[in-house]
C-alpha cells in the first residue's frame, strides 16, 4: 500500500494499520471494513490530510477524521451489511442507515464523504443530494419517519436532517488500492441504472 506515499505519509499509514490490528484483535474491527477504511486514509493522506481511524467527535464514533489546514473531512464506510434481524427489509434498512450516517455525521466536519466498494449501490435519499435549502418539509419529515424506524436512541433530529449535506462518494477498489471519487449526482446518475 506505498503507492506514491513519501516516508513520513507512509509511517501514518503504517500506524493507522496497527491501530486497526488491535482493534481486529479485541474484536472491534471487522478487516474487510478496516481494509476500505485504509485505502480511503491513503487517499487522503496523498491529499495533504491528517488521517485519523475510528475517532470520535462529540461522542460519534466515525470511521475515518481528516484535517488540512482549518478545513475538516468526515468519510463513513458502508459495506452494504444487513444483519439477520433486517432480513426481512434489507432495503428500508439500509436506505435508513445511509440518510442517518448523512444526517448524524455531516455536521461535524467541512466535508462528509460516504465510502463503498463499487459492486455496492448506495439508496441514498435524493433530498440529501439537494443543498439544505432546497430541502422542502416534507422530505424532511419523510427522512425522519424512515430513520426513526431503526435509530431512536438518539433519534435524528429535525434539524440535523435540515442542515445535512453530502459532497462526495469514494469507490473504493480494493482489488486496485484505488479511489474514485464521484460528485454525488454523478454517482446517483451511474447508480439509477441499477435501481428500480
Known amino acids: 500500500m506505498r503507492a506514491g506515499l513519501d516516508d513520513a505519509e507512509y509511517a501514518q499509514l503504517v500506524e493507522l494499520r496497527d491501530k486497526l ?35 470520535t467527535v462529540d461522542k ?14 468526515i468519510v463513513e464506510v458502508e459495506t452494504g451489511f ?12 439500509l436506505r435508513a442507515r445511509i440518510a442517518s450516517k448523512v444526517t448524524r455525521y455531516s ?18 435519499h435524493p433530498a440529501l443530494t439537494k443543498p ?5 418539509d416534507e422530505e424532511i ?3 425522519k419517519k424512515l430513520c426513526d424506524l431503526y435509530y431512536t436512541s438518539p433519534p435524528v433530529s429535525y434539524e440535523e436532517i435540515k442542515n445535512a ?4 462518494i469514494f469507490a473504493l477498489d480494493v482489488d486496485n488500492v484505488s479511489v ?6 454523478e454517482y446517483l446518475g451511474k447508480a439509477a441504472l441499477w435501481t428500480t
Open 82 to 93: 444487513v444483519s439477520p434481524e433486517n432480513a426481512l427489509d434489507p432495503l428500508t434498512y
Open 21 to 55: 490490528i488491535k482493534l481486529n484483535k479485541m474484536n472491534k474491527a471487522k478487516i474487510n471494513h478496516s481494509v476500505l477504511e485504509l485505502i480511503c486514509a491513503m487517499h487522503l493522506i496523498k491529499s495533504g490530510f491528517e488521517v485519523e481511524l475510528e475517532h
Open 132 to 136: 439544505p435549502r432546497f430541502r422542502t
Open 107 to 124: 455536521g461535524f466536519a467541512n466535508k462528509f464523504i460516504l465510502a463503498t466498494p463499487p459492486y455496492y449501490i448506495m439508496q441514498i
Open 180 to 185: 474514485k471519487e464521484w460528485e454525488v449526482n
Open 165 to 168: 449535506r453530502l459532497h462526495s
Open 141 to 143: 419529515s419523510t427522512i
Open 60 to 73: 460519534v464514533l466515525c470511521d475515518v477524521y481528516a484535517i488540512k489546514g482549518y478545513g475538516t473531512a
